[in-house]
């Protein structure tokens, strides 16, 4: 079996057993334990100057993991500046917030560039590359550049906008004939795929974008809840409920997650359903991201100034209806969280997949399931049709569906969630890595070059491959 060779931007090296977990660290779990890995990636350090020293190297297991550091001018233009400063938001369809600088854009082509020189020496022939995210678009045609011919796939997490909003970034034709390089390009859901394929097929480029949607490990998270129950962060939790229903909203603070209109609908429910005004309390865990970056610090004082208004209006001498956390929790104890919550709150205005919605649902307990309310805008929407959809934009509607969950009777719960267990069971985090993995594998016998004769992946190869794997 070849060795699967990960880069992303972060590298989740194993530092402690309570340490919180990312996305992509739990979603590639099964797929790097089950074969010997190379996982490879910027350390989170910045220095001073650049050095271009060797890789740090760390072996946990099967897994070897390579991190490089970032000097500070590299880290200003490549991560805070083009790929937070300009990318994230245009993928999150958010062009009013997008700052583009061409140093920006530059330090960002040479970072991908040190990526692949600096990963190059520790590649065999019959690697299989698996390239993650919107930080590392070009890394693929870096690596052809170096003369590596090892199959290499591409995965975007985010969201992928139309052509019309593409367009928005300047040399954004260069970027996307950067994909080129690639064998396969996979993203989270058809609705993506096509956009990407629109951009893609209005400059002739022949590469196919095809939708490989994500999960998790149910089994384990339901089994983690379970445990996490009579946990004493879970049993501290339900005591300072004294019996009231809670909403639980867990997001990374981000403007794409939708806080300030979560909050506003919250602050509707209040209004118009004061009968829930003593019966609910609303718990939102929103751990500071990229504090440095000018957005995320004017988001977090709106957040701020809501909490403190809702909770001035509606909170009594004994009784704070909002609570609000900036710092992260463990996963186990997330778990266990989940699983007391009445309603999962996820509204994001913009996501890929949110994995958050489906960790809500296999933490439920099937003989008494909470609800899950749902924006129409995350692409967990297109695969939980259990979930009460809304739209985010609306604080009323997002009040209305909250009103419903909070009264909804316990048969409707159970139809609603068992709907939504089949398929969170079904597109678990391993099948999407199997899948994407054996696309990316059937390309092995075909010379990898970044030129118009690769092979044209068309957008059913995620079917051909979950056949073959059947």
Not at 164 to 173: E, I, M, T
Not at 200 to 207: C, F, S
């Amino acid at each position: 079996m070849s060795r699967l060779v990960i880069v992303s931007n972060r590298v989740p090296v194993p530092r402690g057993r309570n340490e919180a977990a990312g996305g992509l660290a739990v979603a590639l779990h099964d797929a790097v334990q089950r074969r010997d890995s190379l996982w490879f990636g910027w350390s989170g350090n910045i220095v001073t100057i650049d050095t271009h020293a060797e890789p740090r190297i760390t072996k946990v297991g099967r897994t070897t993991f390579a991190t490089i550091d970032l000097a500070e001018s590299a880290y200003r233009g490549y991560y805070r500046g083009f790929a937070n400063g300009m990318l994230w938001p245009l993928l999150h369809g958010r062009v009013g917030l997008s700052e583009f600088r061409r140093d920006d854009l530059k330090a960002y082509n040479a970072v991908n560039v040190t990526f692949a020189q600096a990963l190059g020496p520790l590649l065999r022939p019959d690697d299989l590359i698996w390239v993650h995210d919107y930080h590392l678009f070009p890394l693929g045609q870096a690596l052809r550049d170096l003369g590596i011919t090892c199959p290499v796939g591409f995965f975007l997490h985010t969201p992928f906008p139309p052509p019309a909003l593409v367009d928005c970034l300047p040399q954004s034709n260069k970027l996307l004939r950067s994909l080129s390089a690639y064998n396969v390009v996979g993203v989270q859901v058809e609705e993506d795929a096509e956009n990407l394929n629109a951009s893609l097929r209005g400059l002739d480029i022949p590469i196919r974008a095809s939708a490989f949607p994500v999960g998790i490990d149910p089994e384990a998270l339901s089994k983690a809840a379970g445990r996490a129950e009579k946990g004493p962060e879970v049993v501290r939790l339900a005591e300072s409920l004294n019996d009231r229903a809670l909403i639980l909203g867990v997001d990374r603070m981000d403007y794409s997650k939708g806080l300030p209109q979560r909050f506003r609908g919250f602050a509707q429910l209040l209004k118009r359903f004061p009968n829930h005004l003593s019966r609910v309390r609303y718990l939102q865990i929103a751990p500071v991201s990229r504090g440095d970056v000018a957005q995320y610090r004017v988001l977090r004082r709106e957040l701020d100034e809501l909490v403190g208004r809702i909770d001035g209006e509606y909170a009594d001498f004994d009784r704070t209806p909002l609570r609000y956390m900036t710092r992260s929790v463990g996963r186990a104890t997330l778990a266990g969280f989940y699983r007391l919550a009445d309603v999962g709150l996820v509204t994001p205005l913009r996501d890929g997949m949110n994995l958050v919605a489906k960790e809500y649902v296999a933490a439920q307990n099937p003989d008494d399931p909470g609800v899950l309310v749902l924006s129409q805008f995350a692409g967990a929407a297109s695969e939980l049709d259990g979930a009460i959809v809304v739209n985010p934009y609306d604080p009323d509607e997002i009040a209305e569906a909250l009103d419903t969950a909070l009264t909804m009777p316990l048969k409707d719960r159970q139809a609603r969630w068992r709907t939504m267990r089949d398929a969170v069971w079904q597109n678990t985090a391993a099948r999407w890595a199997d899948s994407f993995l054996l696309a990316l594998e059937q390309t092995a016998s075909h010379s990898a070059r970044a030129t118009p004769e690769l092979p044209v992946y068309q957008d059913n190869s995620r079917d051909r491959a979950l056949g073959a794997a059947q």
